[in-house]
């Protein structure tokens, strides 16, 4: 009997153990942004993925505007190629929500990013962090305002000139940088 309730508490605390790790999150403040260029930002890096050594098969986007969420289904699939090893087919399969909302401590727009899936936690960061770098590159820069020195948008303002130096007082030819070619013979 007693052993009946140990392995109940056992199971109880495995279940407990995975469904805690099962979701893994991220989240970015975006400062400089409005949350509309965040938000078409995470909507069009949601659809048009960029990976450099993983081939995007499926991707499946549902893009609710209403909550600002957005829900990918991905799988992507590579063959890994190593000296000495033969070749390794591997495949990622990525349940992902991607949610817009506020930092209230910093008054910033905050994107979370969520794997809802049992995953390695690390990879999950590393998906978060190409997925925010892929927004950022939409993004480009944060535009902050000109200095007002600057006359236009594409005029940069040009330094102040070199004081002029003082003279010697003795008038000394320029030294020719190129040397004279030896007489020939």
């Known amino acids: 009997m007693r052993s009946r309730s140990f392995l109940a508490a056992l199971s109880l605390t495995t279940v407990v153990a995975v469904s805690s790790i099962g979701c893994t999150s991220r989240s970015q ?19 048009a993925p960029q990976y450099d050594d993983w081939k995007v098969m499926n991707n499946e986007v549902h ?6 969420r957005i829900e990918i289904y991905r799988v992507l699939k590579r063959t890994l190629v190593s000296p000495h ?21 910093l008054g910033q727009p905050l994107v979370d990013f969520t794997a809802r899936q049992v995953d ?26 000109q200095p007002a020195e600057a006359n236009s ?10 004081p002029a130096e ?13 040397p004279k070619s030896a007489p020939q013979k």
Not at 128 to 137: E, G, I, K, N
Not at 166 to 178: V, W
């Open 153 to 162: 948008e594409s005029e940069t303002p040009m330094p102040p000139p070199l």
């Open 29 to 47: 403040v975006f400062e400089g942004y409005s949350e509309d260029q965040l938000w078409t930002a995470m909507v069009a890096t949601a659809r």
């Open 120 to 145: 390695i936690p690390a990879h999950v960061w590393d998906e978060a962090d190409r997925y925010f770098l892929q927004m950022r590159t939409l993004l480009g820069p944060v535009k902050t305002a």
């Open 166 to 178: 003082e003279s010697s007082g003795m008038d000394e030819p320029p030294i020719d940088p190129l």
């Open 63 to 68: 893009v609710d505007e209403a909550s600002r």
């Open 85 to 105: 090893a033969d070749p390794q087919r591997e495949s990622e399969e990525w349940k992902l929500q991607v949610v817009l909302g506020r930092d209230e401590e």
